[in-house]
């Protein structure tokens, strides 16, 4: 059996990547089993291999998995007594060092340290090669993997098929309202813009006041449009005209494949890390500097005038049976 344990289900990336490969593993008939520490949930399961349970050690005592994928610190921290067996791996989504620079010097120091004593001497796995080299900083003396995320495109591709309700053109952008993903300064380059089209934002989090208190103060009240958290964000994604990622971090960059995927075009942030690993060749040229609305506005002017065909390549290595074998090597 294949365990895997998040600790819960929100509309994350995090929590998306474990469902998929929980698909992908059962699709090539691995006994495939997801652990959930809480009932927080946005994506709706009534799969009876996704089991909730705070008590990892005695489920894992009991059932004795052959692979362990532990996503997020949290699941970490639970799984100290059991981090040098050969068969447990620990998932990294985001960038360290970026993370921690959020933060003020003397929580820095405290997280940086917490996070070493967790993660050290240890197998891990990352999903992009920018954070690998990150943690490769750390001297954490573990063992670290570069493995991508998995996307179902079948599926995403047909999701994507799906009606919408919007009677206009529009530019989109999906993720979590927070300073990091800083969608500000899609407003902001929005608001320079001269363009028929609307802004769709979908999401939820603790910014979106301040995002809307930014959409009145620019008078784009009529063309900027909260749609909240979204269980199917394809079939936006597939009728935009081009997708917006402005995060100043990222793991990877989930939604800029699932652009791909559904033949969107896409511009990005060069942030740490993931967007440069996936808009590659002719598709770089449309990563803007972390921060520059300026840059960001002349991007999406170039990419309404022009836009390389989105050939397959750019997202085939990304499917999730290619990934879910890739996880199974590990055992």
Not at 17 to 43: P, R
Not at 108 to 115: D, I, T, V
């Amino acid at each position: 059996m294949i365990l895997q344990i998040i600790g819960s289900l929100r509309g994350g990336g995090a929590e998306k990547v474990a469902l998929t490969l929980h698909e992908g593993f059962k699709k090539i008939n691995q006994k495939s089993k997801i652990l959930v520490l809480n009932k927080k949930i946005d994506y709706k399961t009534n799969d009876l291999d996704i089991i909730f349970e705070d008590n990892i050690l005695e489920y894992i005592n009991t059932h004795n998995p052959k692979l362990i994928i532990a996503h997020m610190q949290d699941v970490a921290e639970k799984l100290q007594a059991i981090k040098h067996k050969q068969n447990v791996w620990f998932v990294i989504h985001t960038t360290i060092s970026e993370r921690l620079k959020q933060k003020n010097i003397f929580l820095r120091f405290k997280e940086k340290n917490k996070f070493i004593k967790l993660y050290q001497n240890s197998n891990i796995i990352t999903v992009s090669n920018g954070i690998k080299k990150d943690l490769e900083s750390f001297n954490l003396n573990s063992n670290i993997k570069t493995i991508y995320n998995p996307f179902n495109i079948n599926e995403i591709q047909k999701l994507g098929n799906e009606k919408i309700d919007l009677d206009f053109d529009y530019i989109i952008s999906v993720g979590n309202m927070t300073k990091i993903k800083q969608q500000d300064l899609i407003i902001k380059a929005f608001a320079k813009l001269n363009t028929n089209l609307h802004l769709v934002l979908l999401g939820k989090g603790n910014q979106k006041n301040n995002l809307k208190k930014l959409v009145t103060k620019l008078n784009l009240e009529k063309k900027v449009h909260f749609l909240g958290w979204q269980s199917n964000p394809y079939k936006y994604i597939k009728n935009a005209k081009l997708f917006v990622l402005s995060s100043k971090i990222e793991g990877f960059g989930n939604v800029l494949v699932e652009s791909l995927i559904l033949n969107t075009p896409v511009v990005s942030t060069n942030c740490p890390s993931g967007p440069n690993e996936i808009l590659i060749n002719e598709l770089s040229k449309f990563l803007v500097k972390v921060g520059d609305e300026i840059q960001l506005k002349e991007k999406i002017e170039l990419i309404l005038k022009y836009y390389p065909s989105i050939k397959e390549d750019y997202y085939k290595k990304f499917d999730y049976l290619k990934i879910a074998k890739e996880y199974l090597c590990l055992k």
